[in-house]
């Protein structure tokens, strides 16, 4: 299979696993398995953070309520936005902010640091205009998304699937499960005690 939108790469996964003094199989069999166990625990670190760390390979449209004339919340937005638009009426009817005059991107190191823009906020020394606080007030167009995998994520993402392969011995396991949208069940011992606080730091940020 082809890994879509996942953290790791088979070739990193066997590189991984290798420097930890294990052996990673040279059945191409299971490259297949292994590809999979990768995606399912991308997906799986997507639903437990409640965000995503890839970013859309094409603009996306998305809406928002502001709660603050000034400030605003967005989703993890990977790259400069391609627009910024208000609606100052409540009829749908959009406005185009320019950025850098009418707003920045926050935080504003962000890109330096390979993390996405969270926040846009109102140049209030410069801008005319402020966040409108009505249902679906400003639209942003863009690539969301993080505009590159965390390294914490990518190794966490590593050791649970590491866990999944080691668990294909069959073996049972108690407490509670997990299954992926595609089927696949990932146990709690399979996500080990690194991985969950990479996680638990993501889900307190986002």
């Known amino acids: 299979m082809t890994i879509t939108n996942g953290y790791a790469t088979l070739a990193e996964y066997k590189a991984w696993i290798t420097m930890r003094r294990s052996s ?12 999979g166990h990768i995606e399912a625990a991308s997906r799986y670190i997507d639903r437990e953070t409640g965000t995503r760390f890839f970013a859309d390979s094409v603009d996306k449209t998305r809406y928002y309520t502001p709660a603050d004339s000034w400030l605003l919340d967005i989703d993890p937005l990977s790259v400069s936005p391609t627009s910024v638009s208000i609606d100052t009426t409540g009829l749908r009817s959009y406005t185009a902010l320019t950025e850098n005059t009418d707003f920045e991107l926050l935080p ?4 330096l640091e390979g993390q996405p823009y969270t926040q846009l906020a109102i140049i209030t020394a410069l801008s005319s205009y402020s966040w409108p606080q009505l249902t679906k007030g400003v639209k942003v167009i863009g690539k969301f998304g993080f505009p590159s995998v965390p390294d914490d994520i990518k190794e966490a993402t590593l050791m649970i699937a590491q866990n999944m392969n080691s668990a294909r011995s069959g073996q049972t396991s108690a407490g509670r499960v997990t299954v992926t949208a595609a089927g696949v069940v990932i146990r709690p011992e399979e996500v080990p005690a690194l991985a969950q606080r990479v996680i638990k730091h993501y889900r307190s940020i986002v």
């Open 108 to 111: 504003y190191n962000a890109a």
């Open 24 to 35: 990673a199989s040279g059945d191409a069999a299971d490259d297949e398995v292994i590809e």
